[in-house]
């Protein structure tokens, strides 16, 4: 079964320094997407960034960036110059596809505090 | 465009009593997605449509969850003879259609269930 995994429940990082949040996954398929999901208190889940496996290429959005190891299944979300507004549990999810139907598959979560 | 829509946005019920809650998606997406997330938890995959079709439903749902999307617009959770291990936040998702990439799923802001 797909699974996900997230190691940190909880990180602090100084506001302006860079922090990384871990990820690993478990999939027997060679094809797939995975993302990285905030939700800050308010609860709406906003999607971060995005991956597809068949890229080498990590995936960076502004001063948000993935360290993508396929073969160690190893997808880990780094966030440069670290600002207040990023403290939120950060979600990684697999996207799960079988037959006709597809989900993400979330992991439990990393609380990140920014500290000013 | 104004995301995806959920209403309520909390409920508070008697256990036994049925409750509905509803999801309107971003207009052009055809895929529709409803999870359940507990405190401290990421989110786990309740079912999946596909326009009106519901492809999968997760062994987590009992019979006393039912859901629907007629005409693969909005779509209604129902949760019959409500127990208090049903509080929790119900998050609707959407997504587009799959060309040349998937371009991740956008989240409703919840609606958070309170079973006395």
């Known amino acids: 079964a797909q699974t996900v995994t997230q190691s940190q429940p909880e990180m602090s990082v100084q506001e302006a320094e860079t922090v990384t949040l871990s990820c690993t996954y478990d999939t027997s398929e060679s094809d797939y997407y995975l993302f990285w999901y905030k939700q800050p208190p308010s609860r709406q889940m906003i999607l971060v960034i995005r991956?597809?496996?068949?890229?080498?290429q990590n995936a960076t959005e502004n001063r948000f960036s993935v360290n993508f190891q396929k073969a160690a299944k190893s997808f880990s979300l780094k966030i440069s110059d670290s600002q207040l507004g990023d403290a939120a549990m950060y979600f990684c999810?697999?996207?799960?596809?079988?037959?006709?139907?597809?989900?993400?598959?979330f992991g439990k979560g990393t609380k990140l505090t920014v500290n000013p | 465009d104004t995301g995806v829509s959920q209403n309520p946005r909390h409920k508070i019920t008697k256990r036994g009593q049925n409750v509905t809650f509803r999801c309107d998606p971003i207009s052009e997406h055809n895929r529709l997605y409803w999870y359940r997330q507990t405190l401290g938890q990421g989110p786990e995959f309740l079912t999946y449509?596909?326009?009106?079709?519901?492809?999968?439903k997760s062994r987590l749902l009992s019979d006393r969850f039912s859901a629907e999307r007629p005409k693969g617009s909005f779509s209604t959770l129902e949760i019959q003879r409500t127990e208090q291990g049903d509080s929790a936040m119900y998050l609707c998702?959407?997504?587009?259609?799959?060309?040349?990439?998937?371009?991740?799923?956008?989240f409703g802001s919840g609606t958070r269930l309170t079973v006395v």
């Open positions: 991956q597809e496996a068949y890229k080498q």
């Open positions: 999810a697999y996207r799960f596809t079988q037959g006709g139907s597809e989900k993400l598959v």
């Open positions: 449509f596909q326009n009106e079709a519901q492809l999968e």
């Open positions: 998702a959407s997504s587009p259609p799959v060309s040349g990439g998937h371009y991740g799923y956008t």
